[in-house]
């Protein structure tokens, strides 16, 4: 007989009250995989839109909703044996983080560093491992060079703005209120431009000598596409990591593409083999792990909820005014929204 436990799914496609707690099996560990014990889950913007019914997970993947996750190693499947029982762990899941017990490929699973909760732990995998891939491999940011940051105040800006910090990187925002722009700029952000208020073309530019910014990271697409071609320095690099306002534009002038010799790149990262999240995560061990264990590039959270409301995080996140992560406890760590 199996043994039960909760987890969270999409009963239909919709707002945050299509979201369920129903009992399921717990799994077993298969090759190469651990069984882990969840103690925090992070919410992303991928969990909204499977909720909405436009991002299913890929095939053979849990219906259970969950990205990223953190807690302890409980028992090892077949081949396994990076961790033991009993070790801290947070990782990247193709689904299944939102239950009391998930499966992970061990080779995408980092080890918690001492002093780091299990609510930043839960917080950091997805997110840090989008900006690792997308700002620092893909867009080749370096020191000294410049980043603009579409949708500075969401999990994956607030990463990448502590990450290229972290790194020398100047770094710059777009957001929508004054009060992001001031939560932006105490993270470390050297400029936060209102995109409600500014041209983020004209400003970016301002804020960079006249130059441009040296890499931009976009998750809004649709006008922004173009507008970021104009803004890019020469030499410049733009990574695509999501189209929040659609991925069609009817129209649009290439020019900028070749007159500044521009590198335009995109990526997902949930369907990607594991062979691939593994290199991810071994990049990760080596440049962010050190920093996270000094005390610093920690993530920012918003807020934290209990696992039985899972709607009303959900729903914080679809209400777009959180900065940072929105982070599911299934202890007692959970505070509600801020």
């Avoid at 990448?160 to 993270?187: F, H």
Wanted: net charge neutral.
């Amino acid at each position: 007989m199996s043994i039960g436990m909760r987890a969270v799914i999409a009963a239909g496609q919709g707002g945050p009250e299509v979201l369920r707690i129903v009992e399921r099996p717990r799994p077993e560990p298969g090759q190469g995989q651990v069984l882990v014990r969840v103690e925090a889950a992070g919410i992303n913007r991928p969990d909204v839109m499977q909720r909405e019914g436009r991002y299913p997970p890929p095939p053979g993947a849990s219906e259970v909703l969950g990205l990223e996750l953190a807690g302890v190693v409980e028992a090892l499947g077949p081949g396994a044996g990076r961790f033991r029982p009993g070790d801290r762990v947070m990782a990247l899941v193709h689904s299944g983080a939102y239950a009391e017990w998930a499966v992970v490929d061990e080779a995408v699973a980092l080890p918690v560093p001492d002093g780091l909760s299990a609510i930043e732990a839960g917080a950091i995998p997805e997110t840090y491992f989008t900006v690792w891939s997308n700002v620092f491999e893909r867009a080749r940011l370096q020191a000294g060079e410049s980043l603009l940051i579409h949708g500075g105040s969401s999990g994956i800006g607030t990463t990448a703005i502590l990450l290229a910090k972290a790194r020398g990187a100047r770094v710059i925002v777009t957001v929508g209120s004054p009060e992001k722009c001031a939560a932006c700029l105490k993270l470390g952000a050297d400029a936060a431009i209102d995109y409600r208020r500014e041209d983020f073309v004209a400003a970016s530019r301002a804020a960079t000598d006249g130059r441009g910014p040296d890499v931009i990271l976009d998750m809004v697409g649709g006008p922004y596409i173009a507008r970021n071609l104009d803004a890019v320095a020469v030499d410049g690099r733009i990574a695509q990591i999501a189209f929040q306002q659609g991925s069609r534009v009817t129209e649009i002038d290439f020019q900028p593409l070749l007159m500044k010799r521009v590198t335009l790149t995109g990526s997902t990262l949930r369907a990607r083999p594991v062979a691939l999240k593994a290199r991810l995560a071994d990049a990760l061990a080596e440049h962010v792990l050190p920093l996270l264990a000094a005390g610093r590039a920690r993530p920012s959270i918003d807020s934290v909820f209990p696992f039985d409301r899972v709607a009303e995080a959900h729903a914080r996140m679809d209400a777009g005014r959180h900065i940072g992560k929105i982070v599911l406890s299934m202890g007692d760590a959970a505070q509600g929204s801020r």
